[in-house]
């Protein structure tokens, strides 16, 4: 079974401050990782992923994860955020070889004007 | 064209009735979901069907039955409503394990 933890359920920082969210994960099997973002009042959307290759892996609005295998970790930063990275992150897996998603709890970032 | 189609988006219920949550999707995914978000946030999926036929059913109650007539569609029937089930239902698909599509979602309120 695989399972999903997000240490920090509320980050506020100041608006162009850098942040982090953290993501650990576990799982006997191989796992893609990915991570969602959530507007409010939306649904969930694709912020980026790791399949295979590279372990940094980017989006186009800025965000970046590094998935580092040795300590199960694919957390999530960005060098100075905006008013509108405000939302609700979800880091997510799935195993190679099957077809289910398992989200954590979600992270609320906060950007402070 | 919206990929993942919910509705309806909002839904205002009297315990005890029955309800359905319709979605569509135009993306040629093979496989469809079911996701709960509770009021904190928390996902926690429900049902996966794949090809039409029942993946995971997450210990789900029996009130609660998906229906999936074709490939595209996938409907979540719930019997006898209950306060608990208030949340918002995520209607999702994806190909393989890669990237997950959701729609709008549907606010569900029993009272």
């Known amino acids: 079974a695989q399972s999903v933890t997000q240490l920090d359920s509320q980050v506020p920082v100041f608006e162009e401050a850098p942040v982090e969210l953290r993501c650990n994960y576990s799982?006997?099997?191989?796992?893609?990782l990915f991570w969602y973002v959530q507007y409010p009042n939306q649904g969930l959307q694709l912020l980026l992923k790791y399949l295979s290759g590279s372990t940094l892996v980017e989006s186009i609005n800025g965000f970046e994860a590094e998935f580092n295998k040795s300590q199960t970790s694919f957390h999530l930063r960005k060098p100075s955020v905006h008013i509108s990275d405000t939302a609700e992150y979800f880091c997510?897996?799935?195993?190679?070889?099957?077809?289910?998603?398992?989200f954590g709890p979600g992270t609320s970032l906060s950007v402070i004007p | 064209d919206t990929a993942v189609s919910q509705t309806p988006k909002y839904l205002v219920t009297q315990m005890g009735n029955d309800k359905s949550i319709k979605c569509e999707q135009n993306l040629g995914h093979d496989t469809m979901y079911w996701y709960k978000q509770d009021s904190k946030k928390f996902l926690k999926i429900m049902f996966s069907y794949n090809n039409k036929e029942l993946i995971i059913n997450e210990t789900v109650p029996n009130r609660f039955s998906p229906k999936s007539p074709d490939k595209a569609h996938l409907n979540l029937h719930i019997n006898s409503l209950e306060l608990g089930d208030s949340a918002v239902y995520f209607c999702a698909s994806s190909t393989g394990n890669l990237e997950a599509f959701f729609g709008q979602g549907t606010r569900l309120t029993v009272v």
């Open positions: 997510a897996v799935t195993p190679t070889s099957y077809d289910k998603v398992i």
């Open positions: 799982s006997s099997v191989s796992v893609y």
